[in-house]
Structure formats: structure tokens, C-alpha cells
């Protein structure tokens, strides 16, 4: 079996979650993100025309961010996915067809998991991290339970009900990568409020992670 794409050595581990995001707002809003210091961005593939706002971000911003897609669910979206530029693979749970499918198309994957048993299915299919998800439910002591059944080298994400508040609770445990979602964008907000958002998570996260 081909292995997905390793996680790469992002300055800081946080993922911005677009979810509603329109393409005529696309580049605005990853602008904001960019500029603030993300390095990686995910656009749902519930949004409205999703590898639309894909493309364009890719476009404009691929050699600077990981461009990708969240709530992937079928082998046909990686394809699409991966055509449409975006490098990221994120899905709320853990399917080995589309994990071939992304490992096939050399993607960075980011599967949701929240058992123990979940958690290593991944593993063992190669996901570059993983994405404890809905986060808030396990909290940082459900995480810290299961990590430890874990490789220690595994890429652990929360993601869910987080936000830039938590940075240090999950710090303490050993997570460093976090999606953010609603704290950071709503549909209809404008670039300048998103702006505003970033630099708060940018600044929270360098506080607790240096």
C-alpha cells in the first residue's frame, strides 16, 4: 500500500476550517489567514461549490500554505480534490478507500478518529495525523488516554468544538495541532473580522508554544 504524503513541518499546527466559504470570497478570506501566519487551510466539502474556493486558494496561495478539503468522504472527492490543486486531505472519519485513493494521489491525510480502535486503523493506513474529533467531547484527558496506545510519533490534532483557549490545556498534554472552525470563520464575515481572529490564534498559540 501506498503511504499518504508525512506531515509537514508547519510553523505552527493550525488548520483554518472554512466551512460555508463562497469562491468570490475565497481569496480574500485565505489572504487574511495567510498573511496572519496559517499555513494551512481547509475548505469543506459542504461549502457551496467547494473545489471552486479550492483552486483559487491553491492557486494563489499553494506555494506559501497546505491548500485542502475537509469532510471528505469518498475516493471520487480526493480525485477531485487533488485536480483541483489542493494537497490536504481532511475527513471526519477514517475510510481506507479514501485513504488509498489520497496515498494514490500523494496527499497529506488527516482522518477523523475518536476510539482507540479508530485511532490505530488510522495509523496502521498511514495518516499523516490525525484528527481527534469532536475534540471537546474527549477533552484533553480522553486524548492523553488514547495517545498513549499510540506511536510515539504520531501527529495528534484536536479539532471540534476548539479554540484558540484551549491551546494550553491541550499543550499540556503534548498537542500542538489544532483545526479551528467557528472561533475563526463564520459564512458572512468579512476578511477584516477574519483577520482580526488569525492574529488572536496566532498570538494565543505563540504564547503557549513559543
Known sequence: MTKPAPWPGLGRGLVAILRGLKPDEAVGIAAAL???GFEAIEVPLNSPDPFVSIEKIAKEFGDRALIGAGTVLAPSDVDRLADAGGR????PNIDAAVMDRAAERGLV???GVFTPSEALEAVSLGASALKFFPASVLGPSGIKAISA????DAVIGAVGGVSHEDFAAYGKIGVRTFGLGS???APGLEADAVAERARSAIAAYDAVFG
Open 34 to 36: 495567510v498573511d496572519a
Open 149 to 152: 496506545v499510540l506511536p510515539g
Open 109 to 111: 491525510t488527516m482522518p
Open 88 to 91: 490536504l486531505m481532511v475527513s
Open 183 to 185: 472561533s475563526l470563520y
